[in-house]
């Protein structure tokens, strides 16, 4: 396995936002076929709204932004994740945004970002997690799988996808 850093996103940097909101349009061109027609064209997914999006979120104490590093400081994948609360129930974990360059994929990165995510959500309290995976995305559901996550609901409302939970207790 190649030596990779995980770290914080430095939400000053102009260079490790714009990587993240370009990482993070990549994994959904990538994973919902939908996109591929022309994701422009799509409401609020253009590169400034999304970073406006990231730049607020990285200020929230209820969210947390890591980036991996190669041996040369290259930023190769991100992992977005952050707190949520549902109705009538105490906050939960949830996995908002992942992607790994295809070339540094199989190395571990996943499983790094997925440990650093669960151990986030134990030092905050929280119960519960989960994630929206694409009905397609049959890698990603599997690293959740794998990580004892369990389909709880499949929806099909602007996209279809599944609803994977974890109890964390």
């Known amino acids: 396995m190649s030596d990779y850093t995980l770290r914080v996103l430095n939400p000053s940097s102009d ?3 714009d990587t993240i ?3 993070s349009m990549m994994t959904l061109w990538e994973s919902r076929p939908e996109l591929r027609m022309d994701p422009a064209r799509m ?6 709204s999304t970073a ?3 730049k607020a979120g990285a200020k929230n104490p209820n969210q947390r932004y ?3 590093l190669d041996a040369d400081a290259n930023i190769v994948g991100h992992s977005i994740v952050g707190l949520r609360t549902g109705e ?3 906050r939960y974990g949830y996995f908002w945004s992942r992607y790994v360059l295809p070339n540094h994929r199989r190395k571990g990165l996943a499983g790094r970002f997925m440990s650093a995510a669960l151990k986030w959500f134990n030092d905050k309290g929280v119960k519960r997690a989960e994630v929206h995976v694409h009905h397609s995305n049959s890698a990603l559901r599997s690293l959740f799988e794998k990580n004892n996550f ?3 609901d499949r929806r099909t409302n602007r996209w279809e996808y ?8």
């Open 43 to 48: 409401p609020d997914f253009d590169f400034a």
């Open 88 to 90: 009538g129930e105490d």
């Open 21 to 23: 909101v370009t990482f």
């Open 52 to 54: 406006k999006l990231y």
């Open 150 to 152: 369990n389909i709880i």
């Open 15 to 17: 260079r490790e936002m």
């Open 162 to 169: 599944v609803v994977m939970s974890r109890d964390l207790t």
């Open 66 to 68: 890591l980036i991996a």
